[in-house]
């Protein structure tokens, strides 16, 4: 029905950025509020950033300042842009769109790695 795909993962050195981006394709009726989890091994899948419908932004506390949600509508397309990167910031990074419906999709996940 609805499946997100992300994209522009890899591996940087500290300090380095990375964007990355999130296509919604299927069954999309108008927008819908968009976010980015991350999930490091052994911890927790946490909220990164979201962005809702109307354009309203949250950031998790560690990466205000150097993180920036945005959306292209047109595209059904969310990004992460991701500056000064830090070792910590060494997850698997997922994609999530809450629908209208309340049903919640989630993309396979991409890796960013952050590393000398």
């Known amino acids: 029905q609805v499946q997100l795909v992300e994209s522009g993962g890899g591996l940087v050195q500290p300090g380095g950025s990375l964007r990355l981006s999130c296509a919604a394709s299927?069954?999309?009726?108008?927008?819908?509020?968009m976010a980015w989890y991350r999930q490091a091994p052994g911890k927790q899948r946490e909220l990164v950033a979201r962005?809702?419908?109307?354009?309203?932004?949250n950031y998790l506390e560690s990466v205000k300042g150097r993180f920036t949600i945005s959306r292209d509508n047109a595209k059904n397309t969310v990004y992460l842009q991701m500056n000064s990167l830090k070792p910590e910031d060494t997850a698997v990074y997922y994609c999530?769109?809450?629908?209208?419906?309340?049903?919640?999709?989630w993309g396979q996940g991409t890796q960013v790695t952050v590393s000398s």
């Open positions: 999530n769109l809450l629908s209208w419906t309340s049903a919640n999709y």
């Open positions: 299927g069954s999309i009726f108008g927008i819908n509020h």
């Open positions: 962005i809702r419908t109307s354009g309203t932004t």
